[in-house]
């Protein structure tokens, strides 16, 4: 049966993962934390984003304490150059007509790539598809970013919480679990290899919609709300206003960065703005204040795992999706323990 899923877990070397928005990258140096390592990551100048293990292969040395020269980095500490693919160019200690241990490399992970505004990194061959959410390539959206947020948790129960809709009356009684009902109505889950989907219609009281005010439309409206998963920890909710139109699109993707902390990278698609940035500041706000409601009960969980084997907790017909995390996770583990290494 299936331990429970830990944010160091072995099998999640084998995932993308966020490590930082992509403008914070820069010619300088930066450290991030990922399942227990450290990672150094610069822009070469061509604007290309360099990551390797923040360890220097000589004395083990951070890093991401040197400096970025020509398109490599020199370590800190004795002055070892390396090249933009790892490989050491030059020992200072031993002059000019050194000559360099083949081992004298940076540990290089197995993938890089930037994709809505953030570096993706993949320690290990991913087993699980690139990130992607449904509003790529619609130039109708805008996009907003949350700041980054850390906090002590469990990456796995943090996707579940971010799943789950009938905690929406209880945690968020103070922003917008007041106007949710209680009933989860019906739906269905679709499962589609290492992601599935799920989207259900409900009735809302829509105070934000300007038309309801001026009499053009009534204050309860329909709204469809889809949920898209891809293993481990890349979430996306789309939300589509039935009656007012307009579509909000919330991303959310979850950073393992040791056993006991987690980084949330989230941002939010809007078609409904007109480019205001007043608009768009006010819906980032709203949702921090979301996510820390979120935060406030999962950062308080005694144990730091998700349950992957389904007799432990109990279900129901309202917990479909989050049942279906725990099998598709349970899937993506046994995929990654029989993954090649890097
Ligand atoms: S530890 Fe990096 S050069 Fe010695
Ligand atoms: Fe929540």
Not at 164 to 170: I, L
């Amino acid at each position: 049966m299936s331990q429970p899923l830990r944010n160091d877990d072995p099998s999640l070397r084998h995932a993308w993962h966020p490590l930082c928005r992509s403008s914070d990258v820069a010619t300088t140096p930066r450290s991030e934390g990922l399942l227990g390592e450290s990672w150094v990551l610069w822009r070469d100048p061509t604007g290309e984003v360099r990551a390797f293990r923040d360890q220097c292969p000589h004395r083990l040395a951070p890093l991401s304490l040197g400096q970025c020269e020509l398109s490599g980095i020199r370590c800190g500490y004795h002055g070892w150059r390396f090249d933009e693919s790892g490989q050491c160019v030059e020992i200072p200690a031993l002059g000019h007509d050194a000559v360099i241990p083949p081992r004298a490399r940076l540990s290089a992970p197995a993938g890089v790539m930037e994709s809505h505004g953030m570096v993706f990194l993949a320690p290990e061959t991913p087993v699980s598809p690139r990130p992607s959410l449904s509003v790529d390539g619609d130039t109708s959206f805008t996009r907003g970013d949350l700041p980054v947020l850390r906090s002590r948790a469990c990456a796995g129960l943090l996707a579940d919480n971010f799943l789950d809709v009938a905690h929406f009356p209880f945690v968020h009684a103070k922003t917008f679990g007041a106007d949710e009902e209680r009933e989860v109505p019906p739906y269905h889950v679709e499962r589609d290899g290492l992601t599935f989907s799920a989207s259900y219609e409900h009735d809302f009281a829509n105070r934000e919609d300007p038309a309801v005010a001026s009499g053009l439309r009534p204050l309860i409206q329909r709204r469809r709300l889809t949920y898209r998963y891809t293993a481990p920890f890349h979430l996306e909710l789309a939300i589509e206003f039935l009656d007012a139109g307009g579509t909000n699109v919330i991303g959310f993707f979850l950073t393992p960065e040791d056993g006991e902390t987690v980084r949330i990278y989230s941002s939010l698609w809007r078609d409904d703005l007109d480019g205001s940035s007043e608009r768009m500041q006010a819906a980032i706000d709203f949702e921090v204040e979301v996510v820390e409601e979120d935060l406030a009960l999962q950062s308080r969980y005694e144990g730091l795992s998700l349950p992957l084997d389904p007799t432990i907790e109990l279900h129901t017909r309202a917990d479909r999706t989050t049942l279906e995390l725990r099998r598709v996770l349970a899937d993506f583990v046994d995929l990654a323990s029989s993954a090649p290494h890097a």
